[in-house]
C-alpha cells in the first residue's frame, strides 16, 4: 500500500512537471513565433512599399536630362527669327512626342514673356497660338528660375495645373478631373555671350505615378502620398487630393490619423510607428531632377532646386490583417498544448483510478 502511494506521489509530482515543461516550451515557441511572423508581416509591408516606390521612379527617368539637352540646341540660343521660332516649334512637338507623360513645354524669354507653348492631349500634339497665351502665371515660374545657373534645373512642387488663372478641369462641377503636374524648369544660355535669353518650362502629366499609388491599395492596407504637411498629392479618394488648394484643411492625414508623430514622419529617420491597432510604414521622398530619392539618413539626396521640400510614402496597415497568420498560429499553438495537458491528465486519472481499483481489490 505504501509503496504504492510512493510511486503515485512520484509520478504525479513527474506528470506537474511535464505538464509545466509542456507549457513552458510552447509559450516559448509561441513567443518565438510571434516575434518571426511580425517580423515576416513588415518585411512584406515593406517590399510592397519598395515595389510602390519602384513603379513611381520610373516616371521622372531622363526628363530633367532631356530638358537640359533641349536647352543647349542651336535655335534656342539665338531665337530671332520666325524661322527660329518653327525650328523650335517643331523640337517642343517631337519633345512631347517620348511620352504621353509629358504635358506642355513653353518657352519663355528673358522678361518672362511666354513665347511659344505645346501641348499633348491624350496623343495629340499641338502648337498654341500665340493669342490664346497667358503670361500671369508663368512671371512666378520665371522669377524662380532666372537665378540659376547654366545646366541646373529647377523642380517645382507637385500642385494641380493652372490654365488661365485658373485650376484646370478636365471634368464638371459635380464630377472634377484635375490635372496634377510635376513641373521642371531650366535656364538659356548663349554659348557666346554666356547671357541668359530665356527658360525652358516643361509640365509632366504627375497621374503617371500618382495612380500607381492608388492602385496599390490592399485588404487592410491603404496607401497614401503626403506632402510634410499632411495634405493628400495621392489618396484612394482622389476628392481628399489638393484639398489645400481650395482651402480645405480637414482632408489632412494627420487629422486623420491623430496618434501619428507629424515631427517623427517628417523627420524621415524613423520608419514606422505603431499604434495599438494600426501599423505605419513611411519612405520620405525628395523628388530631385531625374529621379525620387528614398531618405536614406546622411545620404539624403538634395537637389539645389528643391531645399528641404519631399513627399511621405506612408502605408497603414490593420494589425489584424497583417498579423492574422499569427493569430491563427497562436490558436493552434494552444490547442496543442491543451491536448498535450488532456492526454497528459488522462494518463494521471487513468492511473490514479486504477491504482485505487487495485487498492480496493486488495
Known amino acids: 500500500m505504501k509503496k504504492n502511494k510512493y510511486i503515485l506521489s512520484i509520478v504525479s509530482v513527474l506528470l506537474v512537471i511535464s505538464i509545466i515543461f509542456t507549457t513552458v ?9 510571434n516575434i518571426k511572423t511580425k517580423a515576416d508581416a513588415l518585411d512584406i509591408i515593406d517590399q510592397r512599399m519598395t515595389h510602390t516606390y519602384t513603379e513611381i521612379n520610373s516616371f521622372p527617368a531622363g526628363a530633367a536630362d532631356n530638358l537640359l539637352f533641349l536647352s543647349k540646341l542651336s535655335d534656342l ?8 521660332i518653327k525650328d523650335i516649334e517643331k523640337d517642343f512637338l517631337e519633345f512631347l512626342a517620348q511620352t504621353e507623360a509629358y504635358y506642355q513645354i513653353s518657352y519663355l524669354n528673358n522678361l518672362g514673356i511666354e513665347i511659344i507653348r505645346a501641348e499633348s492631349n491624350n496623343g ?26 547654366n545646366g541646373e534645373v529647377y523642380v517645382f512642387p507637385l500642385d494641380l495645373n493652372v490654365k488661365d488663372g485658373l485650376i484646370e478641369n478636365h471634368g464638371d462641377a459635380t464630377h472634377p ?24 518650362l516643361i509640365k509632366v502629366y504627375a497621374d503617371y505615378f500618382l495612380d500607381s499609388i492608388r492602385r496599390s491599395q490592399r485588404e487592410g492596407e491603404i496607401t497614401f502620398l503626403i506632402d510634410n504637411n499632411g495634405f493628400y498629392l495621392a489618396n484612394p479618394d482622389k476628392n481628399k487630393e489638393f484639398s489645400y488648394l481650395f482651402n480645405n484643411q480637414k482632408n489632412n492625414f494627420f487629422i486623420d490619423y491623430p496618434f501619428v508623430s507629424q515631427k517623427d514622419m517628417i523627420n524621415c529617420d524613423n520608419r514606422r510607428q505603431e499604434t495599438n491597432k494600426q501599423i505605419f510604414t513611411y519612405r520620405c521622398i525628395k523628388p530631385s531632377t531625374s529621379n525620387f530619392e528614398i531618405y536614406e539618413g ?14 511621405i510614402l506612408v502605408t497603414v496597415t490593420d ?8 493569430s491563427q498560429q497562436t490558436q493552434d499553438y494552444l490547442w496543442v498544448i491543451f491536448i498535450q495537458i488532456l492526454i ?5 486519472i487513468f492511473f490514479l483510478l486504477n491504482n485505487r481499483l487495485y487498492e480496493k481489490t486488495n
Open 25 to 33: 516550451t510552447f509559450y516559448q515557441q509561441a513567443r518565438q513565433q
Open 124 to 149: 495629340f500634339r499641338q502648337i498654341i497660338p500665340l493669342s490664346s497665351k497667358t503670361n500671369l502665371e508663368n512671371i512666378s515660374y520665371f522669377n524662380l528660375v532666372k537665378n540659376l545657373k
Open 298 to 311: 546622411s545620404k539624403t539626396i538634395k537637389d539645389k532646386s528643391i531645399s528641404d521640400y519631399q513627399w
Open 177 to 200: 478631373q484635375y490635372i496634377p503636374v510635376l513641373r521642371y524648369a531650366v535656364p538659356i544660355f548663349n554659348h557666346q555671350t554666356n547671357q541668359q535669353t530665356g527658360i525652358i
Open 344 to 348: 497528459q491528465g488522462s494518463v494521471f
Open 77 to 84: 540660343q539665338k531665337i530671332s527669327t520666325n524661322q527660329n
Open 319 to 326: 494589425k489584424d490583417s497583417s498579423l492574422k497568420d499569427f
